[in-house]
């Protein structure tokens, strides 16, 4: 019998191979068959469609065909039955990921309002022209860079002027560096009372706050895209930080402090401080909005005026001075929400 058991007969008592059906229907007609006749098809002793004669153990006596199907509809029953509580919980389960679903949808449509994405330049002033119309209160902006172009100006003075039409007020932060462009001093003489302009050595990334619940920052170096921020806290944040570097701001109205140091600009002064922080040229001329050949030049002339011969004597000239940001001349360092001042540890 080896080699002829059940692996050779995949089959139930539904679909008999032939060799089975053979010699099942010849026990069924004859009331009985040898034992030896089973022995290709072991299946039928499997299945208990035979089973030994008890008045004769080498014959094989017939389950009656309706036995058979009695036992093969409780089969199919049991089955279908089955199949039935499967697809209850099958059910179950989708209604329960469907919830989740809509869960997921409901926060992603929260965070979305909250924080969402502008790609491109058409979207991103199609949704400060939607903010800008909506404003009623006060506008915060901050502009970093050097010199404004006029194109850059001329970009949001739409907006501008529909803003001091219905009675905004404007505050704008700008680098020292502003003050020696006429543009922006046209913009904030055509604009009059409605904008007041303050200028510091260096300035956070731009930044524009509508009345104190929607802010826009850029998202890439090129400001290509742009974040629109709605979450309260993140936006009460930003104000924070707006309002810090405003107290530290000199009006644009007001001169430069002078440095108490003869022939060491204000300009120069920060560049001394940014030198002794270990700064490398192009790090000091985009944090004060000028190019790197004037970063240099105003360098070489620090060094200059301070009988520096390397940067290393520089360094150590800037310290004795006291240019190093830590003599009372300079403003204090600007602690941000969430900072600890250096002097409290």
Same mark, same amino acid.
């Given at each position: ?6 692996? +050779? ?15 099942? &229907? ?7 068959? $040898?034992?030896?006749?089973?022995? $290709?098809?072991?299946?039928?002793? +499997? ?15 017939? !389950?009656?065909?309706? @036995? ?10 049991? @089955? ?11 059910? +179950? ?36 022209? @939607? ?5 009623? /209160? ?13 194109? @850059? ?42 904008? %007041?302009?303050? /200028? ?20 890439? /170096? ?13 936006? &009460?944040?930003?104000? /924070? ?28 002064? &920060? ?14 001329? %985009? ?16 060094? +200059? ?6 940067? !290393? ?27 600890? &001042?250096?002097?409290?540890?």
């Amino acid at each position: 019998m080896a080699g002829h058991g059940a692996q +050779e007969h995949p089959h139930g008592a539904d679909r008999l191979c032939a060799a089975g059906d053979r010699v099942y &229907s010849r026990a069924v007609r004859r009331g009985r068959v $040898p034992r030896q006749d089973a022995e $290709p098809v072991p299946c039928l002793l +499997e299945l208990a469609l035979l089973h030994p004669d008890p008045d004769d153990m080498d014959w094989l006596v017939p !389950t009656s065909p309706q @036995e058979v199907m009695t036992r093969l509809l409780r089969g199919v029953h049991d @089955e279908v039955s089955a199949s039935q509580r499967r697809v209850g919980s099958a059910v +179950e389960a989708f209604e329960w990921y469907a919830g989740l679903g809509r869960l997921i949808h409901s926060s992603a449509g929260t965070e979305s309002s909250a924080i969402r994405v502008l790609d491109g330049l058409a979207r991103i002033q199609a949704a400060m022209d @939607e903010a800008t119309q909506a404003c009623t /209160t006060e506008v915060l902006t901050v502009q970093p860079g050097g010199i404004r172009r006029e194109a @850059e100006l001329s970009e949001g003075l739409h907006r501008a002027l529909a803003l001091r039409g219905r009675g905004v007020r404007m505050r704008d932060l700008y680098t020292h560096v502003a003050r020696h462009g006429q543009g922006l001093l046209n913009y904030l003489e055509l604009m009059g009372d409605a904008v %007041e302009a303050r /200028t510091l050595d260096e300035v956070i990334d731009r930044l524009i706050l509508f009345d104190r619940t929607v802010a826009f920052i850029p998202a890439n /170096t090129d400001r290509t895209m742009a974040l629109e921020l709605r979450h309260p806290a993140l936006v &009460s944040y930003l104000v /924070t930080v707006f309002e810090r570097l405003w107290r530290l701001a000199i009006p644009l109205s007001a001169a430069l402090p002078d440095t108490g140091i003869e022939g060491i600009s204000h300009r120069e002064q &920060s560049i001394a401080a940014l030198l002794a922080e270990g700064h490398q040229d192009a790090v000091i001329a %985009e944090r004060l909005g000028i190019s790197v050949r004037t970063a240099r030049a105003h360098i070489a002339r620090l060094s +200059e005026t301070l009988g520096a011969a390397s940067r !290393t004597q520089l360094g150590v000239r800037i310290a004795q001075a006291g240019l190093d940001g830590t003599s009372q001349g300079l403003p204090a360092p600007v602690i941000l929400p969430g900072q600890e &001042s250096p002097t409290a540890r």
